[in-house]
């Protein structure tokens, strides 16, 4: 299957790399950054595309556009990994509907676009008979997505709660493990890459309430908009009040919970058991799913980072490759 | 997608129940139990086949048999839940073959064909291009294979390992929690119908040992059977030593692992800290999957039952379905 790939920093980059040294099956025919793109339609040499970007700051000739890509290299998958900006949704949310007008599969990591606009996109994709694919928008390399849309289907999904935001994680571990402050361990978690200069997104619960609308949407078919999530976020939360919990085997996680008989949204933090499933460390993810058939299902791993990015992508591409060769 | 259904006992039923009351975009055309079968191309009503059933022992005419079924009724996809003999995989292996043979996919709960035959079977899949599913036969409910197949596709599988057999954790979370000799636990176990009169197969660590099997010669291309597998079960476990290790903060628990690098399989009972992700309570399955790109991703659910293995069929059917109708 021909891919090309819009966007070429470390996610980018990344899908690029694994696609050089491993069996994907996989050819990219096109890359594209925000000032340069190159085309072969007989397949690029991935390793001198990410060697030219890193020599030179970027991956092809000036004037090559993603527009250009979009319409005119020959591809059936467009990976979109723009940086966008999350309010917006642009311009990947541009890249995503020209692609998908056009008849190509789209796989994306951008959060903006499919928590905003995936009813607009899923009747695109469906209309032209072409797949859209989010996986690594929800959860970093956890395949949580498919594991809803497939590994669970049939079964009626009545609540699904967990802890959707690595950044928060790690502060509230290492709050609890070493009696920090919420701001001693902030500063920690900024030294150590885990959080933004401006951490607002992630400890306000922004970024855990927007998974929960896209899951919500995507998977429930709720029309959830951001301002629908009651948020609690983490940056009041005091060093007594954990240490208050943990006397008692207890302590706190922020957890975000979709309660699908009800329709609501919540990000909050959350007094749980030491022992629970859910008291992962450091910056991991876990999710529980609780249905009708299977029971509760619960998901833990890495939440966040390029190459888990690029692992979530390169699923999606796998499970289009497998239809796409079994439908030409 | 039009299903057969072969065997129709409380997991055939299951599924015909799950058709019935839910949206799965299902027919079922075909029904056989090991007396009887009934057919309707036009699609059978699955409350009425289910009363039939329970009612008089019959799922339908006497005479129609999984053979006529599966060359002469019009499916897509035959669902193989027959009672089946896991160490010549007998009858299961002979009416896959045969669908296969003609072209139709086929989902089966049998451990016995997948582990003994999967190399013949996928041979005959991949060469009639069409698909041969079978995530019910490994961690019940949890879509462990899917996860394997595609979730996790692109990376490389280091090593795997984990909970896969209920009945010994339970036994040995009653033994730490209750403080029961194993004899108790296992007493209690089968009174609460989680161990078969033959306990065998459970507490020598031979379920999880063909589970092994199943995952390796599968998912990771090797050529194993049950005597490769390197085995020690939990009959001989003492009190002493689960509360020798309690003491300590840790457990003990039933762990099989596939080590990816090394090509071994090994079952045996291990010592771990009780907060590790794998103390999992109950009846309940855990496996970890410790990958290269995507770090370690742990699943958690329930390993057994029959509307489980229901669940893990329907999400066979699910996915089979989605490539299906992309490609007629």
Do not use: W
């Amino acid at each position: 299957m021909k891919i090309a790939i819009l966007g070429f920093g470390s996610v980018g980059r990344g899908i690029a790399r694994i696609v050089a040294e491993r069996e994907t099956g996989l050819v990219i025919t096109a890359v594209a950054d925000s000032k340069s793109g190159c085309i072969d339609n007989n397949g690029l040499n991935p390793l001198e595309v990410i060697r030219a970007k890193e020599e030179t700051g970027l991956c092809g000739k000036k004037g090559v556009t993603p527009e250009y890509i979009i319409k005119n290299a020959d591809y059936d998958a467009l990976v979109e990994v723009t940086p966008t900006n999350a309010e917006t949704g642009e311009p990947s949310l541009g890249f995503i509907k020209l692609a998908l007008s056009t008849g190509k599969h789209v796989v994306t990591s951008n959060k903006g676009p499919v928590a905003l606009n995936y009813d607009e996109l899923s009747h695109i994709a469906r209309e032209k008979e072409v797949q859209f694919k989010y996986e690594a928008t929800v959860c970093g390399a956890i395949p949580i997505i498919q594991t809803l849309q497939y590994g669970l289907a049939g079964n009626k999904v009545k609540k699904l709660y967990g802890v959707f935001n690595g950044t928060c994680n790690y502060i509230l571990t290492r709050m609890a493990d070493e009696r920090l402050t919420y701001k001693q361990a902030l500063l920690e978690a900024r030294e150590l890459g885990y959080a933004e200069a401006d951490p607002k997104y992630d400890v306000e619960g922004i970024d855990a309430a927007i998974k929960l609308v896209i899951l919500a949407n995507t998977i429930f078919g709720m029309k959830k908009r951001l301002e629908d999530v009651e948020i609690t976020g983490i940056c009041s939360l005091t060093s007594e009040a954990i240490e208050l919990a943990e006397a008692d085997e207890l302590t706190i996680r922020l957890i975000g919970e979709i309660d699908n008989e009800r329709g609501t949204l919540r990000v909050s933090p959350r007094v749980i058991p030491k022992d629970h499933t859910l008291v992962v460390q450091d910056t991991l993810n876990a999710v529980t799913i609780e249905t009708d058939l299977a029971g509760e299902v619960t998901l833990i791993g890495r939440g966040a980072g390029s190459i888990e990015t690029a692992s979530a992508i390169i699923s999606d591409l796998s499970f289009i490759s497998n239809c796409h060769d079994r439908s030409s």
